[in-house]
Structures are given as C-alpha cells and as structure tokens.
C-alpha cells in the first residue's frame, strides 16, 4: 500500500504536512494511530489522528476511505507526579504499578499519546521483553538509542535494575517491571491511548 497523504485541513487540496508510511518503523507491523475527530466535509469522511511525529502533540487529516477504524477498550495512563501507570478497560483501572520515569535534565514528556509499535527485545535486553513505543518523543533529546529520541514504555534489565520503580531516572522512557511490561504488551494495541499527566 502507499503512503496516506496527511492534510493540514480536512479537505481535498489542503496543504499536505507529510506522507504516512503503512508500516512502522521498528517491528514493520501496520501502523495504527489514535483517531482524535471526525468530520463530514463534502461527502468525504476526515479522520483527525495523533501524528507520531514532532512536535508533541501533532495531528493532521487523513482521507477515512484510506484508514480501517478499529476500536479499543483499553487506555493507559501515567502519573509523573505519583510515578505510577494505571492500565484501563471500558474506564475501570485493571492495573496499577510504581514506574521510573525521566529525570529533571530528560522529563517523560506530558500530553496525550498513543502506543505507535509494540516491539519484542532481543533475550538479554536491558529493556526487558518489550518495549511499547508512544507517538511522543522527548521534548531535549532529538536521539536516542538509534531512533529519533521517541518515548517508551518498556521493561528493565541489568543495569536498570539500579533504578528503583517509583524514581525519576530514565531519559524520558516509562520503566515497568517485565512481567507488567509483557502483561501490557498482550493488551496495548497499537493506537492504544496514552495519556501522560
């Protein structure tokens, strides 16, 4: 499939902001993205989605004909303050655990998000069995490990073990024990909601 044209506006013609490649860039799976509106313009339905692109909090239009809507049930939520990730279905908290979360020189950027790639670590990774890439990237960081300095939920191993949960530690990455990590990684679809506060 080609790429999907993204519209400053929803309406054939508009200025094009970037092209949307249909699969992900780490683990090659379809990309799926957190749909923010709807709107009916000229007998032409416009999807307005979280863009996995900087600035944070970047969104442009989509043609809805080039999309597949699929819902979803689950939403995360990460409190920086109480440095805790709760794990929602239908609203209801399913879960809840003590996270590491970015220091003061490479805060966990804060906004509303979405897991963009849910990507399996190599055995004997530092970052666990997971990682669960968000649309966010870090807001001093322009890279970071190879990528392009995006924010993750993901596991700890080895030396990251050094950082208790509930510390401020990381570069801006959202650190979980792996079993919670893995527990996430089932559920978290890409396009799953992530709000960070």
């Known amino acids: 499939m080609a790429a999907t044209p993204v519209l400053a506006a929803p309406r054939a013609g508009a200025r094009e902001l970037m092209r949307l490649a249909p699969v992900a860039v780490w683990n090659g799976g379809e990309v799926q993205l957190l749909v923010l509106e709807t709107r009916?313009?000229?007998e032409r339905t416009w999807l307005r989605v979280a863009l996995p692109s900087r600035p944070n909090g970047?969104?442009?239009?989509?043609d809805?004909?080039?999309a597949l809507l699929t819902p979803t049930r689950w939403r995360i939520e990460v409190d920086l303050r109480a440095r805790r990730l709760t794990a929602l279905r239908d609203g209801r908290a399913?879960?809840?655990?003590?996270?590491?979360?970015?220091?003061?020189?490479?805060?966990t950027p804060r906004g509303l998000f979405a897991v963009y790639e849910r990507v399996r670590q190599?055995?004997?990774?530092?970052?666990?069995?997971w990682a669960l890439h968000i649309t966010g990237h870090s807001?001093?960081?322009d890279d970071y490990g190879g990528g392009p300095g995006r924010v993750a939920l993901?596991?700890?191993a080895g030396a990251l073990l050094a950082d208790p949960l509930g510390s401020a530690s990381s570069h801006g990455c959202i650190r979980m024990n792996s079993a919670d990590v893995s527990w996430l990684a089932a559920r978290a679809d890409p396009g799953t909601p992530v709000l960070v506060r």
């Open 40 to 42: 009916r313009e000229r």
């Open 154 to 156: 993901h596991g700890r």
């Open 58 to 62: 970047s969104s442009g239009w989509i």
């Open 139 to 141: 807001d001093v960081l």
């Open 94 to 107: 399913m879960r809840r655990w003590a996270v590491v979360i970015g220091t003061a020189a490479t805060p």
């Open 64 to 66: 809805a004909d080039r």
């Open 122 to 129: 190599p055995r004997g990774s530092e970052l666990g069995p």
